[in-house]
């Protein structure tokens, strides 16, 4: 740590999204050698904090009151106190709060250091089966379903998996708005309760992910990362014309969704790729 005459250093510690036995040596020695530990739900990781037998001062730092703390934070680092940043799983500042005051550090000179450790994010990915060579993660979805079919829509073509975080009462809404938006094959794998006892994957088609979330409740529950296939790259370019003409007459006439199936028994084609190409030209 820094001697009084030296400014703080603030330290981004991850801490365990499930077993508590993933937390690492020098997060334990951090949280116990700091000043003060800014979390994002006190009563939450004073119990953590208790079971490692660590007997630090806590704040709370959250969404709501990050702005106007940080200021605080920012003089108490400058005065030469150390200060670790913990949410209340994982690694801090994704899709937690924490952003605001790493930014003010940087720009006030502080240094920062990020220790290494969980994160739902790369353990799912790391388990799913779909590539993890290139992907894109999109943190939560909008809650209402107008804001999140169009952000879904606005994906259909990227190429990358795409990885969300969701919550037991949205999932099903979720994945029906996947299901209407990315159609029936696209690859699909739903982590839950990561690292705990009942840690699950789900895997299939977005079809059959929903169906299985559907049928059984207990796949409602617990923390969340839902993986979703990218999409292949440019396959609208290799549609024959004929067929894309005869998918614009028919979905004037009905949903795209039996108007891409009828193309692609005609054409021998993937029902999938047509409705895709649908759904983008819609868009467009």
């Given at each position: 740590?820094s001697s009084?005459?030296d400014?703080?250093?603030?330290?981004?510690v991850p801490?365990?999204?499930g077993n508590?036995?993933?937390?690492?040596?020098?997060?334990c020695?951090v949280?116990?050698e700091?000043q003060?530990i800014a979390a994002?739900?006190?009563?939450?990781s004073g119990?953590?904090?208790s079971?490692?037998?660590?007997?630090?001062?806590?704040?709370?730092l959250?969404?709501h009151?990050?702005?106007?703390?940080?200021?605080?934070?920012?003089?108490?680092?400058?005065?030469?106190e150390?200060?670790?940043l913990?949410?209340?799983?994982?690694?801090?500042?994704i899709?937690?709060?924490g952003?605001?005051?790493?930014?003010?550090?940087r720009?006030?000179g502080?240094?920062?250091?990020a220790?290494p450790?969980?994160?739902?994010i790369?353990?799912a990915?790391?388990?799913?089966g779909l590539a993890?060579?290139?992907?894109?993660f999109?943190?939560?979805?909008p809650a209402?379903?107008?804001?999140?079919r169009?952000?879904?829509q606005e994906l259909?073509?990227?190429?990358?998996?795409?990885?969300?975080?969701e919550?037991?009462?949205r999932?099903?809404h979720t994945l029906e708005?996947?299901h209407?938006v990315?159609?029936e094959?696209?690859?699909c794998v739903l982590?839950?309760?990561l690292?705990?006892?009942?840690?699950?994957?789900l895997?299939g088609?977005?079809?059959?992910?929903l169906?299985?979330?559907?049928a059984?409740?207990?796949q409602?529950?617990g923390?969340?990362?839902?993986?979703l296939?990218?999409?292949e790259?440019?396959?609208?370019?290799?549609?024959?014309?004929?067929?894309?003409h005869?998918?614009?007459?028919?979905?004037?006439?009905l949903p795209?969704?039996?108007?891409a199936?009828?193309?692609a028994e005609?054409?021998?084609?993937?029902?999938?790729?047509l409705?895709e190409?649908?759904?983008?030209?819609?868009?467009?």
């Open positions: 740590m009084a005459s400014p703080g250093i603030l330290y981004i801490t365990p999204i508590l036995g993933d937390i690492s040596e020098r997060a020695a949280l116990a700091v003060v994002e739900d006190t009563r939450h119990k953590l904090l079971h490692l037998g660590i007997k630090n001062d806590l704040l709370a959250h969404e009151n990050e702005r106007d703390r940080s200021e605080a934070l920012i003089k108490r680092l400058q005065a030469g150390s200060i670790a913990i949410s209340d799983a994982g690694t801090p500042l899709s937690d709060p952003y605001v005051l790493v930014g003010q550090c720009r006030a502080i240094k920062v250091v220790l450790g969980a994160c739902a790369t353990t990915l790391s388990a799913s993890t060579d290139r992907f894109c999109e943190g939560f979805l209402k379903p107008q804001q999140r169009k952000r879904l259909l073509t990227e190429t990358r998996t795409l990885v969300f975080y919550s037991p009462h999932i099903v708005a996947l209407e990315f159609g094959q696209r690859g982590g839950r309760e690292t705990k006892q009942f840690e699950t994957y895997t088609t977005v079809a059959e992910v169906q299985q979330v559907t059984d409740s207990n409602q529950r923390e969340m990362v839902l993986m296939a990218g999409a790259p440019a396959a609208h370019t290799e549609l024959p014309t004929e067929a894309l005869c998918l614009k007459l028919l979905s004037q006439e795209l969704k039996k108007a199936a009828i193309v005609v054409y021998g084609l993937r029902k999938n790729q409705y190409y649908g759904l983008q030209a819609k868009n467009e």
